[in-house]
């Protein structure tokens, strides 16, 4: 049902549906190991990311806008909830206009698409996994709460952790419970706020 909600969303927006292969010559960006194989006395290797196509659909092709659902391969040595060999990707990649708000815009969407969706159409299955594991309603905002980077390592500071403004976020300050509720607690407000950066990592995330 996910993967319908947002082929049907995307689609709507404009959104062209594309297949690349997943057997490339190389890797095709960094920060993943590839399975490497010999295709035919040729070095080849499994798709860690449908990037460079989406790239070349988007950018240079004249799509603008493209999508994928497909398998992802990555030769990591990890079991994490942050590291998986083999799962499947939802990827698009879109050109920029005027502003990369555009992109923030079709994430909220696309998001809140989906949580409808499986609200409406998923209720009976819904019910069957609070029975045996059970679980809150998701709250979510709609539209989407925006806040800048700023604000949000503002919101850090005052939950008490470190955290500048011209850092990375580090990966025990990525999954903090009490700044997700300190955040939280900001969007329910309805105090005035505008985001350009938020990520919300599982608390059970392990190394």
Do not use: W
Not at 19 to 45: N, R, W
Not at 105 to 115: A, E, G, K, W
Not at 117 to 134: A, D, V
Not at 173 to 195: D, R, Y
């Amino acid at each position: 049902m996910v993967g319908h909600l947002f082929r049907q969303c995307l689609v709507n927006k404009g959104f062209v549906e594309i297949h690349t292969p997943k057997l490339i010559g190389g890797a095709s960006e960094g920060g993943s190991d590839v399975f490497p194989l010999d295709c035919f006395g040729q070095e080849a290797c499994l798709a860690m990311s449908p990037q460079l196509h989406k790239q070349m659909t988007a950018a240079c092709s004249g799509f603008e806008r493209v999508f994928e659902t497909g398998p992802v391969f990555r030769a990591e040595n990890s079991n994490t909830r942050r590291h998986l060999r083999e799962f499947t990707g939802l990827d698009l990649e879109m050109a920029i206009h005027e502003h990369y708000d555009e992109v923030l815009q079709v994430f909220s969407d696309l998001f809140i698409t989906i949580f409808d969706g499986l609200n409406s159409k998923c209720e009976n299955e819904l019910e069957r996994i609070r029975e045996q594991h059970p679980f809150e309603d998701l709250k979510y905002l709609q539209p989407t709460l925006k806040i800048t980077y700023a604000e949000g390592c503002k919101l850090l500071r005052e939950a008490g952790i470190d955290q500048d403004d011209y850092e990375d976020l580090s990966t025990i300050n990525e999954k903090i419970p009490s700044c997700l509720s300190t955040l939280l607690h900001h969007a329910m407000s309805g105090e005035p706020q505008t985001v350009q950066q938020l990520r919300l990592l599982h608390p059970r995330t392990t190394h």
